[in-house]
């Protein structure tokens, strides 16, 4: 079992316009995606993995100009892998928004030759399934093997069922939810206020006066961070721990270890993450919740669901996208007579469990793409 | 080989074509045979990581729960068949657990060790809890927290205003229909929620 090795990303542009959740449409836009293994004749083998909050199209393996930038599940997707890339053909796929390469708030706005910023549209869940309907189209794919994401990823894969569950066969929703509950998208808010009050954010016209709101960010992600481990995991990892030995009697300096640590999670994260891509994110997670048009009603949402596969996976320490959650998915599909499995891993690492590789939960995994494998071979 | 003649003895109550909840589905065994031969559908519960994992391996759908948490994933005659095989006598609520396989379907089927069986009999009347082929463990490590016999349940079933449609006893891989509770070392119950008796 290695890694899928050297790869390329692609782009493609689409010059028919988006209809969005909105009303508002999407202008000509580009996607940025990569591609792992190949696709079979009968074009049955491919799965598409979407991506969360601040990951992209970059799944696995790595560039030749960039051995140490690792696609975000790289330990998941390759050869021999669970996702296995000499069985399926796997595609990841840049979302709309975002800011690795898709058309995004950086990027040109049609209208007057500006950036976005603030200007682009929002973009829901069921907008981004849209257009990855879309690269489906031009890659060939009229069927997906399955569809697999975890949280904000999870909540697509979800959406594909409803709003194409023709061309999906399974789905996967892992650390994912049926919506935010107000606790979470409270959490958004706070991360959300830090940005647009860092006077560097200018409106979110910033890309013109030269800056970033570097402040506001690492703030959000520092935020963000808290709610992805667990408290058991941050009282292992870093407890009460100094960092210089002793106290230092300051109260704007570091003195635990968990501020460094924090502290330099906002710093990376503000030098590659924009910050209109993260308020469009996290408004895309807050507005999701399929069971709205139907009164509430999780299981009506799911009717179109019938004739699909469901894994459904949580973590017994994610407090974000706690099993209860997944719970509801899963009685929703039940109340269906969907065929759904589901597995409540118990592992200590919080929401970010979805991104480690604990064996019990790659394990299922595995076995379920085998199912996948097997059907699509048949 | 008995263990597999029970199974099938067990699966000829499912009648064709039912929708099953396998309540303790173990490693999926008996829900693959359902589907296989009697094209049943449905799904199976179950606690375990390893058994959820074979399941799966099985092609079975799973849905991993603990079963003293209750049924509230499952709507009200919501399936045809719930099966509760050799689970029962594992749970602490035994009797809520009854109330909620005859809730959740339209007739529940349990299997679980005969206490009464002649030779745990014995084995208590020397003075010795039985240590069996159907009750292997000893006192102190057994799992069995409910240890009942074949007329207790018929007790119980009345006391929860369960209607049994069939009961027998299993021994040896064979049905035991004459005096089960002193010759079978499994007791099994077919059974569906009764009229206004119901709790």
């Not at chain 1, 940005?195 to 006066?209: L, R």
């Amino acid at each position: 079992m290695h890694s899928i090795g050297i790869v390329h990303p692609q782009s493609r542009h689409f010059g028919q316009p988006l209809p969005l959740r909105s009303g508002a449409t999407l202008a000509g836009y580009t996607l940025v995606y990569e591609t792992y293994g190949a696709l079979n004749a009968d074009a049955s083998n491919a799965v598409l993995v979407c991506h969360a909050l601040n990951a992209s199209h970059h799944v696995a393996g790595h560039y030749e100009a960039d051995p140490r930038n690792e696609g975000w599940w790289d330990n998941l997707v390759g050869p021999g892998k669970p996702l296995d890339t000499d069985r399926f053909f796997v595609i990841g796929v840049n979302n709309p928004g975002s800011c690795f390469g898709s058309t995004g708030p950086m990027h040109a706005n049609p209208a007057n030759g500006q950036p976005y910023g603030a200007d682009f549209p929002v973009v829901t869940v069921e907008d981004w399934v849209d257009a990855q309907a879309r690269l489906m189209d031009a890659l060939g794919i009229r069927r997906l093997a399955a569809v697999i994401g975890g949280s904000l990823g999870g909540m697509q894969a979800l959406a594909w069922t409803l709003r194409h569950p023709q061309r999906v066969r399974h789905c996967i929703a892992v650390a994912s939810a049926p919506n935010l509950s107000a606790q979470n998208i409270a959490f958004n808010e706070v991360a959300r206020r830090a940005i647009i009050t860092d006077p560097d954010f200018h409106g979110g016209h910033y890309y013109s006066h030269g800056v970033v709101p570097a402040r506001g960010l690492r703030v959000a992600r520092m935020i963000g961070h808290i709610t992805y481990l667990s408290d058991d995991s941050m009282e292992a990892k870093f407890g009460r721990g100094l960092r210089n030995g002793g106290l230092g009697y300051t109260t704007q300096d570091i003195d635990f270890q968990i501020e460094s640590y924090l502290r330099y999670q906002g710093d990376k994260f503000s030098e590659y993450f924009d910050a209109n891509t993260y308020l469009l994110i996290t408004r895309a997670l807050d507005y999701f919740d399929p069971a709205a048009a139907h009164g509430g009603d999780l299981s009506a949402a799911f009717a179109p669901a019938r004739s699909n596969h469901f894994l459904i996976v949580s973590f017994t320490t994610d407090w974000r996208f706690a099993p209860a959650r997944s719970r509801e998915i899963v009685k929703a599909l039940v109340d269906n007579r969907v065929a759904v499995n589901y597995a409540e891993i118990d592992a200590p690492h919080g929401h970010d469990a979805f991104l480690l590789d604990d064996p019990r939960y790659h394990g299922v995994l595995r076995s379920y793409f085998e199912r996948v494998a097997n059907e699509a071979a048949a | 080989m008995s263990e597999r003649r029970d199974l099938e003895l067990i699966a000829e109550l499912v009648p064709s074509g039912s929708r099953v909840l396998d309540l303790g589905c173990g490693t999926g065994e008996l829900l693959a045979h359902l589907r296989a031969k009697r094209a049943c559908s449905g799904y199976g519960i179950e606690i375990a990581d390893g058994n959820v994992l074979q399941c799966m391996q099985r092609g079975v759908d799973v849905i991993q729960l603990n079963l003293e948490e209750g049924l509230a994933l499952f709507d009200d005659m919501s399936f045809d068949v719930v099966l509760q095989l050799d689970t029962l006598q594992h749970l602490r609520n035994t009797e809520r657990m009854l109330r909620e396989t005859a809730r959740v379907g339209r007739i529940g089927i349990v299997s679980f060790p005969n206490f009464g069986h002649w030779p745990n009999r014995v084995s208590v009347a020397r003075g010795r809890m039985p240590v069996t082929r159907t009750l292997p463990y000893q006192w102190y490590d057994t799992p069995n927290i409910r240890v009942g016999t074949f007329a207790d349940f018929e007790v119980l079933a009345r006391r929860n205003g369960l209607h049994i449609l069939d009961a027998f006893g299993l021994h040896n891989g064979t049905q035991v229909r004459r005096w089960p509770n002193l010759r079978a070392s499994v007791a099994v119950f077919k059974f569906e929620r009764g009229g206004a008796a119901g709790a």
